[in-house]
C-alpha cells in the first residue's frame, strides 16, 4: 500500500525544508518503507530520536515538518494517567478538550498539556495505507491492544502496561449491535475482569482453588448499561462467557487474567518520555508553522508547570527619538532575531513580543536561567557594531502553571504566572536578570548560578499577597 511517486515527491520537499544532520531525513524514509504497520502508527518522536541517536529537538522538528509537506499526521492523545488507555485522539488542537473520562478505569479527569495529553504522528494514508488508518475495521485483538493501547505506561520494573495487557488478555471479541459470540476461558485462581471498551460496563470474577465439576457458564449482556452481576466466584476450569449484544452499538469485549493483587491495587504506572502538549506549545517550530491550531479561549488548557521569560530593552524612547523611528524599528527587530536565536538553542519558544519586549516559554527552568544569560551576552555583541551602547536588556523569569489559550490569532498563556514574570520583569534595570524562588530553586539552577553573583531582595509584586523573594543576577 506504498505510494512510491508521493512518498518521493514529500521526501524532497522534506529535505528542502531546512538543513537536517547527516541521514536523519533517510532515517524516517526507512521507517515509512520498512517497519511494520505498527511502528508507523502513533509515532513517539522522543523514542525515535533515542533508538535512531538523533538529537531529541531535530527529530521533533523532522516530524513536524514531516507533517507539514503531508508524510505524517498529527494525533493529540488522551491518555489515562491510571491504565495509560487512549481515551480519545484528536487530528487537530482545535477539537481538544481537557476533560475525559476513561470507560476502562471508570473515571473522570482534567487533562493537561504536561499531563494526559501526548503528541504522536502516523504515517499519511496518501504515503502509505496502513489498517490503523480505519479502527472500524480492525480485529478485536489489534483496536483493544495497539489501537487503544500505547507502550508510554510503565511498570515500576520497567515493563510497557500494553504487554501486560497481551499477556494476560485470555479472550477478546468484537460484536455488531444483535449478534451473539462465546468466549471460553480456562480459569485458574486469579481475578478474571470483564469488559466493554465502549462502555463503562464491567464484571471481576474471583476464581477459587476448586476444581469445576462441568463447565461454567456466564451470560453477559451488553446493552449499554452496568452489567449484572457485577462480581461473582468461578471455580477452576473451563468457563464460557456468552456474550449477547442487545445494544444499538458495536462492542467490543475483553477478558483479563490478573493476580488478585494487581487487580485490587493497579498497575502502578509511571510514563515513558514522550512528546507532551506542553512540550510541543513550546517549540518554535510548531508555534511558527501550525498557527491554525487554536485551543478555544472560553475553555483553555492546563499547563502544570511552564517557565515564563519576559525581556524589555532598557531606554528605547530615547533611542527611537535619537536615531529614528525607521531605523530603531530594523535594529528592534534585529534585536528579536537574536533572542529567538538564542530561545530555541536552549530548547524554548518566543510566544509573542510585546512593543520592544519579548515572551519566551521553557519547560526547565535550568533552560530558562541558561537563555536569560546567553540573551545578555548576544545582545552585549549586538552592542558592538554600534557606536554606543544601544541596546540595554532587562529580563526576569517565574515558573508556575498557566493556561493555554488562543488571544489575537496566537497561542497564548494566560494567569497569574504570566502577570508575575512581567512584574518581574518590571524590577530588573539594565543588564539585571530578576527571578523568582520558584525558578531559583527548580533543580540545575544552582550550578548555572554559581559563578554569578546573586541577590536576594523581597518585593511586593501587584496581586501576590505580601512580599516575595525575588533574586537579582
Known sequence: MLNEQVLEERLGKLEAARSWS??????????????????????????????????????????????????????????????????????????????FHCTLCHADYEAALDDCI????????AVRRIRFHDPESLSAWDYAVTYRGT???VTPDGTPWVEVIK??????ARLKPGETTELVVAAKPSMLIGFDMMTDASFGYAVTNETAT????????????????????????????????????????????????????????HF?????????????????????????????????????????????TAFYERIGDLNAYMLVQRHFEELQVVTVKHNGAVTKTIGDAVMAAFLSPADAVRAAL????AIEQLNKDRAQR???????????AAIAVTLNERLDYFGQTVNIAARVQNLAGGDEIWLTEEVRAAPGVDAILAPLAVQRNTAELKGVAGAVPVYRV
Do not use: Y
Open 214 to 269: 462441568a463447565t461454567q457458564r456466564v451470560p453477559v449482556v451488553i446493552d449499554g448499561g452496568p452489567w449484572t452481576p457485577v462480581e461473582g466466584a468461578l471455580a477452576t476450569g473451563s468457563a464460557v462467557f456468552a456474550l449477547d449484544n442487545r445494544s444499538d452499538r458495536p462492542s467490543v469485549f475483553g477478558i483479563l487474567e490478573f493476580p488478585v493483587e494487581l487487580a485490587q491495587s493497579g498497575a502502578n504506572l
Open 167 to 172: 499477556s494476560s488478555l485470555r479472550g477478546v
Open 374 to 377: 546567553a540573551m545578555r551576552e
Open 272 to 316: 515513558a518520555p514522550h512528546l507532551s502538549g506542553s512540550r510541543l506549545l513550546a517549540t518554535q517550530t510548531f508555534r511558527d508553522f501550525f498557527r491554525a491550531e487554536i485551543v478555544r479561549a472560553t475553555e483553555g488548557i492546563a499547563v502544570r508547570e511552564i517557565t515564563l521569560l519576559f525581556t524589555d530593552l532598557k531606554g528605547s
Open 22 to 99: 547527516p541521514r536523519v531525513v533517510s532515517r524516517l524514509e526507512t521507517l515509512l518503507r520498512s517497519e511494520a504497520e505498527e511502528a508507523v502508527f502513533r509515532v513517539n518522536p522522543v523514542q525515535f530520536a533515542t533508538e535512531k541517536s538523533i538529537a531529541e529537538g531535530e527529530a521533533v522538528d523532522l516530524f513536524l515538518h514531516a507533517t507539514l509537506v503531508g508524510l505524517l499526521e498529527m494525533d493529540w492523545t488522551l491518555v489515562c494517567p491510571l491504565c495509560s488507555d487512549v481515551v480519545e485522539s484528536f487530528r487537530s488542537l482545535t477539537t481538544l478538550h481537557s476533560h
Open 390 to 400: 544601544d541596546f540595554v536588556l532587562k529580563i526576569g523569569l517565574h515558573r508556575g
Open 118 to 125: 501526548m503528541v504522536t504522528f502516523t504515517v499519511s494514508p
Open 151 to 153: 507502550p508510554v505506561g
